[in-house]
């Protein structure tokens, strides 16, 4: 199962939209409801998101939104924050009963 | 509350083995999946595989199948991350982490686990 695709980086300024990508197969992000995002400060734990591709656990600000269409799924972040600069990561369950990880995205507050 | 507490640091040999414990406290042991995580220095997360507590059924990564296994003992409702063979590139700091939802809500804090002759 290869990883799933996400842009390396991305940046924003302060109260601005981002999007990060995250790009499977039918295998995986395509064929099934379960694409999750997290989270991770460095040198932290990761914390979950978005989980079932757009529902955010207790706690997680609504600033955060989760999507999919077709084969790529997307994690929005709306009123960019100091505190949003961290490494993101999506998941997606696949076709052999597993997980699948994306590479990761570092996302720079400007 | 419900946590997951891991195993301390490991440093190991080529060609050896570890095991790593995941220790469940706070929810119903047998009620969610543990998966195991890797994450190696500067890099991203790879999942590794995963087990059903309540009948030890398991999961793995195409990449680890012949060299980790996941058990889980329900008596002191907590599961283990047995990786052999060792490489240099195992070098990792190793989480497990609750299944909810197919998404993993808690997770533990980590071992590193550093393979160096």
């Known amino acids: 199962q290869s990883a799933l695709t996400q842009p390396a980086s991305v940046s924003g300024s302060p109260g601005q939209s981002l999007t990060i990508s995250c790009t499977g197969t039918s295998n995986d992000v395509g064929g099934y409801d379960y694409v999750s995002w997290y989270q991770q400060h460095p040198g932290k734990v990761p914390k979950l998101m978005i989980f079932d591709v757009s529902n955010r656990p207790s706690g997680v600000p609504d600033r955060f939104s989760g999507s999919k269409s077709g084969n790529t799924a997307s994690l929005t972040i709306s009123g960019l924050q100091a505190e949003d600069e961290a490494d993101y990561y999506c998941?997606?369950?696949?076709?052999?009963?597993?997980?699948?990880f994306g590479g990761g995205t570092k996302l720079t507050v400007l | 509350q419900v946590q997951l507490v891991q195993s301390g640091a490991e440093v190991k040999k080529p060609g050896a083995s570890v095991k790593v414990s995941c220790k469940a406290s706070g929810y119903t042991f047998t009620g969610y999946y543990v998966h195991w995580v890797r994450q190696a220095p500067g890099q991203g997360l790879e999942w590794m595989g995963r087990?059903?507590?309540?009948?030890?059924?398991?999961v793995y990564a195409q990449k680890f199948r012949g060299r980790v296994t996941v058990t889980g003992d329900t008596s002191i409702t907590t599961v283990y991350m047995e990786l052999t063979n060792l490489r240099s590139d195992d070098t990792a700091v190793y989480y497990c982490a609750r299944d909810s939802r197919v998404a993993a809500d808690v997770w533990g804090q980590g071992t590193t686990v550093t393979v160096s002759s």
């Open positions: 998941n997606s369950y696949t076709n052999t009963y597993g997980w699948v």
């Open positions: 087990i059903d507590p309540k009948n030890g059924g398991t």
